[in-house]
């Protein structure tokens, strides 16, 4: 990973792969995502009777545990992003980082890099185990075709965006505390209670605009194609990453504006 790297920018991402290999908390965002994908996958790929063309989700019901464990990723990736950025500051290690590495650019470009690539890998090691688990107790359950593909695509580029706005209202808030609250929050509460809202007035169209929306029909590609709260893929992919490059460059401007 480094060789291809600007060399200007390896000290910087040397340094945040450093930080992100040796703290526990990280092992456990990776660990917990990993256990219960494995169950689920197993545990649904067990029940799931023969896949039903017209079911949903279209991959079929034997690998609804694979979603569970893209969705337990997908919170773990934001989380770990507010941990990689927000605790800097409740360290107070943040000015020392900055010392090392003088231009905020790189250093929000490192941050941010490393982030993401460490959120694909745990992502796609999560989507390993349930397609090992999928393949030993549901096999005649599911189709390993372009339908599957395309939800093992979506799960990876949802956790990278959710990291990166996890990161990004890390640097944002200056806490990693908030920046969990608010992910969070927004997307077990606020935003559920929202769609409620939403269907109540009418205006149901609006939820499609909000970030667990957009991750929702992101991830479950082709499914649920009759639902008022779910835009089209395409057209979610693009409102995810809306929200991440928002996010994220309201973070790289406030990291470069702002005093430490």
Request: aromatic share 8%; proline share 5%.
């Amino acid at each position: 990973m480094i060789t291809i790297l600007p060399p200007e920018l390896v000290p910087s991402v040397s340094s945040e792969v450093r930080k992100v290999t040796t703290l526990p908390a990280h092992r456990i965002l990776l660990g917990v995502p990993l256990v219960v994908a494995l169950v689920a996958s197993m545990a649904t790929a067990i029940m799931a009777g023969k896949a039903d063309p017209k079911g949903q989700p279209i991959t079929g019901t034997a690998t609804v545990g694979l979603y569970v464990g893209l969705a337990v990723v997908i919170l773990a990736a934001a989380v770990f992003g507010a941990i990689g950025s927000g605790a800097e500051y409740r360290h107070h290690t943040m000015p020392m980082t900055a010392l090392f590495t003088a231009d905020r650019d790189r250093l929000a470009a490192a941050k941010l890099l490393v982030t993401g690539v460490f959120a694909v890998a745990a992502a796609l090691a999560i989507e390993l185990v349930s397609l090992l688990a999928l393949f030993a107790f549901g096999r005649g359950k599911f189709d390993f075709g372009l339908d599957l593909l395309a939800v093992l695509g979506g799960g990876l580029f949802a956790a990278v965006c959710w990291s990166l706005i996890g990161a990004g209202l890390g640097l944002l808030l200056r806490s990693s505390s908030t920046a969990i609250t608010i992910v969070l929050g927004w997307l077990v509460v606020v935003e559920p209670l929202l769609w409620l809202v939403a269907h109540g007035v009418g205006a149901s169209g609006l939820v499609t605009l909000f970030p667990g929306s957009a991750t929702v029909s992101t991830v479950a590609v082709g499914s649920y194609p009759d639902s008022d709260f779910l835009a089209p893929t395409p057209a979610a992919i693009v409102v995810l990453l809306l929200w991440t490059i928002g996010i994220g460059g309201a973070a790289w401007w406030n990291l470069r504006q702002r005093d430490l």
